[in-house]
């Protein structure tokens, strides 16, 4: 799967959080300072070209929607993520955050009982 920058990843954020949305709802949805519109519109068209976002014509108004679920890029983020720090190892990754205190006994025992179920 395709990586994205921080930009394209916020606006992401935003129409997976909207599920469809025009340009002035995502625009609505961003922090301040707001982008200017044609900042956000280039934006949407390289999510367009990457194929993370599809359109719908309404005359001249365009609804965006995502065409690639949340989770789908969050898994495949986090892989990535794994086996460039982590040399592929997940458990390494959770000693990481053990060591750090990102991750507390109470998280471990959260996690502990997840994989039971599975």
């Given at each position: 799967?395709k990586?994205?920058?921080?930009?394209e990843?916020?606006i992401?954020?935003?129409?997976?959080?909207?599920?469809?949305?025009?340009?002035r709802?995502?625009?609505d949805?961003?922090?301040?300072?707001?982008?200017?519109?044609?900042t956000?519109?280039?934006?949407?068209?390289?999510?367009?070209?990457?194929?993370?976002?599809?359109?719908t014509?309404?005359?001249?108004?365009?609804?965006?929607y995502?065409?690639?679920?949340?989770?789908?890029?969050?898994?495949?983020?986090?892989?990535?993520?794994?086996?460039?720090?982590f040399?592929?190892?997940?458990s390494?990754?959770?000693?990481?955050?053990?060591?750090?205190?990102?991750?507390?006994?109470?998280?471990?025992?959260?996690?502990?009982k997840?994989?039971?179920?599975?």
């Amino acid at each position: 799967m395709k990586v994205l920058t921080k930009a394209e990843e916020q606006i992401m954020q935003v129409i997976w959080k909207l599920e469809k949305a025009f340009l002035r709802e995502i625009i609505d949805e961003l922090p301040a300072p707001k982008p200017h519109n044609n900042t956000v519109a280039t934006i949407i068209k390289i999510l367009v070209d990457k194929e993370f976002v599809g359109i719908t014509v309404f005359g001249r108004t365009h609804q965006y929607y995502p065409l690639v679920s949340k989770e789908a890029y969050s898994k495949s983020t986090m892989k990535s993520f794994v086996k460039g720090y982590f040399e592929g190892s997940f458990s390494n990754a959770v000693s990481f955050m053990v060591k750090e205190k990102n991750l507390s006994i109470d998280d471990l025992e959260t996690l502990l009982k997840e994989l039971k179920k599975k």
